[in-house]
């Protein structure tokens, strides 16, 4: 069992956006970079499950980015993965990473592909089912368990107003939300040994950008608290049907 | 060319996503001169026909597609519909399918795709989209740069419209008919509002003190028909179900009024909640910093307020 998980670099939860180079380019200076939460704790933390339930189970990491994403690669090897990949490219769009993805993928002998649901920088969703069709493989997207029974895989994915639970064959591709795992903290022998695994730096694959990001935006600023008093509930009550005209 | 939604449905049943879709794909088409249609795949109990009420003049109906939903052969059937409806623009609701369905059939016909869009697109020079980014903290143009262009909605983003008018449906038969996926199990939250659909949701956080106390949170949900939300260390103590977790890890939200109470507001909560268009907070503390992001606010104890929120709002619908 082999399985490869995607690892996205995005600014810290708590990062203020903003913008330079006349609002074309994210603001970078100051930004911690953290590992895309929805990759690390549930993608990256349920492969490891599956490894420590199977140690015949190997891992392997891949992010595409330039050099300077190499802190967050140490990151998740601290966490857990035998080895990593970086195909060494700045990202144009997701077609751009899936096509990167896929083709690590294509001679890589992989069973499986865990991505995260998205990443809260971009909110795309779109590496995993795309790197799904440049495979052909099956996809499941928002899981929110994954079991492996044999040769085939017991999935949950949660959606609008309800879940479905699906039986899949192997190879396939999997975007995990919330409730595959558990968020863990890497210990001090995973940190020490995640210096010394192997980290595969790679030139990138040709691949069409298919889109540009021409500009950024801040939405407007909100026009401020309208407070009432506690004790006036009926003037709130006729806030928000008469001005804000929401019930 | 023509401009095709894709309409995403649960159990046969159309989401209010895909309405969104409908209703966006008409508004295009007018806009780029051309007609809109829809792509309906599996069995289906609605009346397809009423699509046109939506602006839809064709609806192109995949009768035989397997029902349950399986990715990779619903990108196949819908390759066949975009290449049968000479489609030029893709348009998909913001639902859990249509996250799956889109970025495949991208890869598939190597058309460009934005997802998040919460406008029309800006025509005068190429064709961009403006898309939410940063989990709703900011926004982005995008050009599409291919001929076939995809666009997946954010949900809540675009308002449904409704008129008068029939579709023509059209049945197709699909050579992609049988799924390497088992659907093994479905489970509705049954009776209640889908909490990414609701136009109202009330939340709760730590404020409240202990699970045992929410009684008071359901009855002004109820008295709104709204969804319930919780905050992260609410579902993290187990307090509420996880698919009730709204912010940035949780599930993102866009209603039309969001009612938070005994949530402080850290800002990766606010990255899940602040599309929504009107916010309430409930806090007694004066310095919470969701007050920043509300429009509308009462500092007090949500032990006295809600309740007397609850009694007012049942006064205000003649309930009691």
């Given amino acids: 069992m082999k399985i490869l998980v995607c690892i996205s670099r995005t600014p810290d939860t708590t990062t203020k956006i903003a913008f330079t180079e006349n609002n074309t380019k994210f603001d970078t200076s100051g930004v911690q970079w953290i590992i895309n939460p929805y990759d690390e704790w549930y993608a990256l933390v349920r492969a490891i499950e599956l490894k420590e339930a199977d140690p015949s189970v190997v891992i392997h990491l891949i992010t595409v980015g330039g050099q300077d994403t190499e802190a967050i690669i140490r990151k998740a090897l601290a966490l857990g993965g035998d080895e990593a990949i970086r195909v060494n490219a700045e990202s144009h769009d997701s077609f751009f990473i899936a096509s990167q993805i896929a083709a690590v993928a294509r001679n890589g002998g992989y069973d499986l592909i865990f991505t995260g649901k998205e990443t809260i920088d971009y909110n795309g969703a779109a590496v995993g089912g795309m790197v799904a069709e440049l495979l052909d493989w099956p996809y499941i997207n928002q899981a929110t368990r994954f079991e492996l029974k044999g040769n085939t895989a017991q999935i949950t994915r949660e959606m609008e107003g309800g879940a479905e639970e699906y039986e899949a064959p192997l190879p396939l591709v999997v975007s995990c939300q919330k409730g595959m795992a558990e968020q863990r903290i890497p210990n001090m022998k995973g940190i020490m040994s995640a210096r010394t695994k192997p980290l595969k730096v790679i030139e990138p694959a040709a691949a069409d950008v298919l889109t540009a990001v021409s500009r950024f935006d801040l939405p407007p600023p909100k026009a401020g608290v309208k407070l009432v008093a506690p004790d006036q509930v009926d003037e709130l009550v006729r806030l928000l049907h008469e001005e804000a005209k929401v019930i | ?289 969701f007050f920043k992001a509300a429009d509308y606010g009462i500092v007090g104890d949500a032990f006295e307020v809600v309740p007397k929120l609850t009694a007012a709002l049942k006064k205000f619908k003649g309930l009691s």
């Fill in chain 2, 1 to 289: 060319m023509s401009v095709l939604a894709f309409v995403d449905t649960a159990e046969g049943k159309i989401k209010k996503g895909s309405l969104e879709a409908l209703s966006y794909a008409s508004q295009l088409a007018g806009v780029l001169n051309t007609r809109s249609e829809a792509l309906v795949i599996g069995e289906t109990q609605e009346d397809l026909t009423q699509l046109g009420k939506y602006g839809i003049a064709k609806v192109y109906h995949v009768q035989n597609a397997p029902s349950v939903f399986d990715s990779q052969l619903y990108t196949k059937i819908a390759a066949d519909a975009v290449s049968a409806a000479g489609a030029k623009v893709l348009v998909f609701p913001g639902t859990s399918n249509g996250k799956a369905l889109a970025p495949r059939l991208s890869a598939k016909l190597k058309a460009g795709m934005v997802s998040g869009v919460v406008q029309l697109p800006e025509l005068n020079n190429g064709f961009a989209v403006k898309r939410s980014v940063f989990s709703g903290k900011a926004f982005s143009d995008v050009a599409i740069l291919t001929d076939i262009k995809l666009i997946v909605l954010n949900p809540n983003a675009w308002p449904v419209s409704s008129g008068e008018g029939s579709a023509e449906v059209i049945a197709v038969q699909t050579a992609h008919a049988s799924s390497a996926l088992k659907l093994l199990n479905t489970s509705r939250t049954s009776g209640k509002v889908p909490l990414t659909e609701a136009e109202i949701v009330v939340s709760a956080g730590r404020g409240m003190k202990g699970p045992e106390n929410w009684g008071i949170v359901e009855e002004l949900a109820d008295v709104l028909n709204a969804a319930l939300a919780c905050s992260r260390p609410v579902a993290d103590a187990h307090w509420r179900p996880h698919n009730e977790h709204v912010g940035q890890t949780g599930i993102a939200i866009a209603p039309n009024l969001y009612i938070a109470i005994g949530i402080s507001g850290a800002i990766q909560h606010l990255a899940g909640v602040n599309r929504s268009k009107t916010i309430v907070v409930i806090n007694k503390d004066p310095e919470a910093p």
